[in-house]
């Protein structure tokens, strides 16, 4: 199977460098200043799984593929398209691994739904000064299916690439659900650090906890109007989440805000605010409060 990765990093960097160490046909399409970083020190992985150092990776994007795994900010979707546009062929199959949903539509509209699946990453990476994929914790997990939760051949054919390489690769019958779940927990996240400008457990021993709480209640309050409400354990395990007394926990937005970088706050946040029913107060100051860091980013 020919796989393209659209990005190199942190995300695609991860888990198609790990496709490519199992020897799977593996291209990134990435931007020249990253290929070129790329051919100079190869692609470098940091893990508590095992270092990798792939030298040379392939950057030359040729023909179609059989499966591209897309990877980018959601603010940069509109770009991404534009570049996989040319790879993708009658029967390719794209696997988004954005957060949220609005990408699902947007991809549907340029591509045809048939040919889009449902997709999430679960793991905590980074980029480094030095350009190395750096793994911060235990999880490395994959997530795709399709989004009518039947186990097509196609699907089965992409978990059959996809396994053997480091991380799980799990075919799922619900993954509309579980991409809402891990929704719940990152606008919870994102709102809660974001707002408060400090981590959880921070914001916990300061007396945060219905804070935190009301946030969570909000945004399941959205996904369940939407029809896909948490299951219990996940609910109760992202609650956990989002009041755990001593945890450094902070989302990854509230990091983008401290390097002064763009944030996918529309993504995450706006566009979950619009699918509800207008009854999110939290959440709702939460994206005010990151408009108007962006408004005053754009100025400066």
């Known amino acids: 199977m020919r796989i393209l990765v659209l990005g190199a990093g942190a995300i695609g960097g991860y888990f198609g460098g790990r496709l490519l160490q199992a020897g799977r046909d593996v291209t990134f399409l990435v931007r020249s200043g ?49 570049a996989i546009a040319p790879a993708v062929g009658s029967e390719t199959t794209i696997v988004p691994l954005l957060n949220g949903m609005r990408h699902l539509d947007v991809l549907d509209q ?39 939760g039947t186990r097509s051949p196609r ?82 395990r992202i609650r956990g989440t989002v009041t755990a007394e001593g945890s450094t926990l902070t989302a990854s937005m509230l990091r983008d805000v401290e390097r002064g970088s763009k944030t996918e706050a529309d993504h995450i946040l706006g566009d979950l605010i619009r699918r509800g029913t207008g009854d999110s107060p939290l959440l709702g100051l939460a994206y005010l409060h990151l408009r108007a860091y962006e408004v005053r980013r754009d100025r400066t």
């Open 34 to 82: 990253r290929a070129a970083r790329l051919a100079e020190t190869g692609l470098v992985i940091k893990s508590p799984f095992g270092d990798a150092t792939l030298p040379h990776p392939p950057t030359t994007v040729s023909g179609t593929y059989d499966l591209v795994l897309l990877s980018c900010k959601a603010y940069d979707l509109e770009s991404a398209i534009e």
């Open 155 to 236: 699907a089965q054919a992409i978990e059959s690439a996809l396994s053997g390489a480091t991380f799980e690769a799990k075919l799922s019958e619900h993954i509309v659900l579980e991409m809402w779940e891990k929704w719940v927990l990152l606008a919870s996240l994102a709102a809660e650090t974001c707002l408060m400008r400090a981590s959880v457990g921070d914001i916990i021993k300061a007396g945060g906890a219905p804070f935190a709480s009301a946030l969570l209640a909000e945004s399941v309050a959205i996904a369940a109007a939407s029809g896909y409400p948490p299951r219990d354990a996940v609910r109760d």
């Open 110 to 148: 340029h591509f045809g739904k048939r040919r889009v699946l449902g997709g999430l990453a679960i793991a905590a990476l980074t980029v480094d000064e030095a350009g190395r994929i750096v793994h911060l914790n235990q999880n490395q997990t994959l997530t795709f299916g399709e989004r009518d």
